[in-house]
């Protein structure tokens, strides 16, 4: 148990849908992750929170808009996305930045029909 | 740009024998390197850290080792048992004093493991 839990963990959207990915860490770090994991990719850093405040985004498209509420949640919001957006999208956290270790939460895999 | 080369792509051994995994990265300007396990269905596990100044770290049956001036580094599995069989990433992160963004993980493709009973 990671102490780092994402809901769905399975996600089938059409390209036309809104829907949104859910991260919750219960180990009160201050900096949270989202990571992108497409097939014959490597890990990709999408977004880095820190105290609540996006510090990092690493060039990903409008159509993902994450949301840090508070520093143990993190969500990502999708609409109108690409079939290529169908991976796996990890969640992590760590107690600040910068961190010699991140907690991985099992993932969410999206699929875009 | 930093980029991590992960050889094999697969392996598959049988149970009980000795591996090694590889690991390249490109620009040996590197904090750390780091070796994660993945389970399907589950988020990645961090086996093992390196950080820079250091050769190699080793955790039971597992010991990594680091050559930055070559830039790779291997991670080896003794005895090798099934409950090993997932998939290892490799991390590198970059040097501290690299400003913006020198917390930043890149990762390899990583080398899908399967050890057969």
């Known amino acids: 148990e990671t102490g780092v839990t994402q809901t769905p963990r399975h996600l089938v959207m059409g390209m036309t849908n809104k829907k949104s990915l859910k991260c919750e860490q219960h180990l009160g770090h201050n900096a949270m992750y989202w990571y992108k994991q497409s097939a014959k990719k490597p890990l990709e850093l999408m977004f880095v929170?820190?105290?609540?405040?996006?510090?990092e985004n690493n060039s990903v498209p409008s159509r993902f808009s994450p949301e840090c509420p508070n520093s143990s949640h993190l969500f990502l919001h999708l609409h109108t996305l690409q079939p290529e957006d169908s991976a796996l999208y990890l969640c992590?956290?760590?107690?600040?930045?910068?961190?010699?270790?991140?907690?991985f939460g099992p993932g969410t895999r999206l699929t875009v029909l | 740009k930093q980029e991590v080369t992960q050889i094999p792509a697969a392996l598959s051994v049988p149970e009980g024998e000795n591996l090694v995994l590889n690991c390249s990265f490109t620009?040996?300007?590197?904090?750390?390197l780091q070796w994660f396990r993945q389970d399907p269905g589950k988020g990645l596990t961090s086996l093992l850290l390196i950080q820079s100044s250091q050769r190699e770290q080793t955790s039971g049956r597992l010991n990594a080792s680091l050559d930055k001036s070559s830039g790779r580094s291997t991670l080896y599995i003794a005895a090798s048992q099934p409950g090993d069989s997932a998939t290892y990433l490799c991390?590198?992160?970059?040097?501290?004093?690299?400003?913006?963004?020198?917390?930043?993980?890149?990762f390899g493709k990583g080398t899908k493991l399967s050890v057969i009973p």
């Open positions: 620009d040996s300007a590197i904090y750390n």
């Open positions: 991390a590198v992160r970059r040097r501290r004093d690299s400003g913006a963004g020198s917390y930043q993980l890149t």
């Open positions: 992590a956290s760590s107690q600040d930045l910068p961190a010699d270790t991140q907690y």
């Open positions: 929170y820190s105290l609540e405040e996006r510090v």
